[in-house]
């Protein structure tokens, strides 16, 4: 594992260098879009819906919409925000275990002591499990300030990121508001049905089905040899949609900055129209080349 962030771990004159690491992974089998007709990648674009312009990353602004206006947030209205800096994971309180809801607890990270000394690492971890507290915390990661809990895994410290308590929805159902009345006997078949099911939790017991079955499906095809070519599908240069404009992010870049480059030279509109129209041209050419190939892409060998 590779760490995410260093910094230290405070609480009244205690201070512990730590690593943080995401203790957790997505196993989901990858899987991305392609034409059904010849497995060519499909690729979707940054288009501005006024000018219809493909819009690099450095020009992009963030925006928020407000009672019918579109608020622009610049890059340096962003930066000018007094974002923490700190590298220093500070401890609130210690609260009782069960105090924590289980619902607020969102992303796990684990936290390995960053000096040639564990000690003041194994002391905390040993105090926490003896006092069963759980540490709450704030600390800034990715420029955002979170609220954390710090809980003993193990022999690792774990610090799991909380939810703000505006962001938990109220749950409010009406039907929960009737007066239900459960008999004696039907709670003491629930509870035996609920003691038939009983047993220890071993995570190691279940797997996802779906991804399982979802390899198991690529490995057949595989086998099978119905795979494409992937230099055939994934070609360096992107092809023209059907009636289309050319899709290739290079191209338009490369024609946007010949034109600038023509205004800026005294060129004026002119000079611009003479650069749209070589790059349409260029454009047009690359359409005629790339059709009217129905054939699909080959396959392999198998």
């Not at 607020?104 to 960053?114: A, R």
């Not at 899709?247 to 002119?270: H, N």
């Not at 080349?289 to 198998?302: I, L, N, Q």
């Amino acid at each position: 594992m590779r760490s995410i962030w260093k910094g230290a771990l405070t609480f009244g004159l205690v201070n512990v260098p730590v690593k943080v690491y995401s203790a957790v992974e997505d196993h989901d089998v990858p899987l991305h879009q392609v034409h059904d007709e010849d497995g060519g990648r499909i690729r979707y674009q940054r288009t501005c819906e006024v000018c219809g312009k493909v819009i690099a990353y450095s020009d992009i602004d963030r925006a928020y919409v407000d009672d019918g206006q579109t608020i622009v947030l610049t890059k340096d209205d962003l930066a000018s925000l007094p974002a923490e800096k700190s590298r220093e994971i500070d401890v609130v309180e210690f609260v009782p275990t069960e105090q924590i809801d289980l619902l607020t607890l969102d992303k796990p990270y684990y936290l390995e002591p960053d000096s040639k000394s564990p000690k003041a690492y194994v002391l905390l971890r040993k105090t926490l499990e003896q006092t069963d507290r759980t540490a709450v915390v704030r600390f800034t990661l990715r420029q955002k300030t979170r609220l954390a809990a710090l809980r003993v895994r193990g022999d690792v410290l774990v610090l799991q990121t909380l939810l703000w308590s505006d962001e938990v929805r109220e749950a409010a159902f009406p039907a929960l508001d009737e007066d239900v009345k459960i008999s004696k006997k039907e709670l003491e078949m629930s509870a035996a049905l609920v003691e038939s099911y009983s047993s220890d939790f071993d995570p190691e017991e279940f797997v996802d089905e779906y991804q399982k079955e979802l390899r198991t499906l690529i490995d057949a095809k595989i086998e099978a040899g119905e795979g494409f070519d992937v230099s055939e599908t994934f070609g360096d240069e992107a092809k023209a949609e059907k009636g289309g404009e050319v899709i290739d992010l290079m191209e338009a870049l490369r024609a946007s900055v010949e034109r600038t480059k023509a205004a800026r030279t005294g060129g004026g509109k002119t000079a611009a129209k003479d650069a749209d129209d070589d790059a349409d041209g260029e454009a047009d050419d690359k359409k005629s080349a790339s059709k009217p190939k129905k054939t699909t892409a080959k396959k392999k060998a198998g």
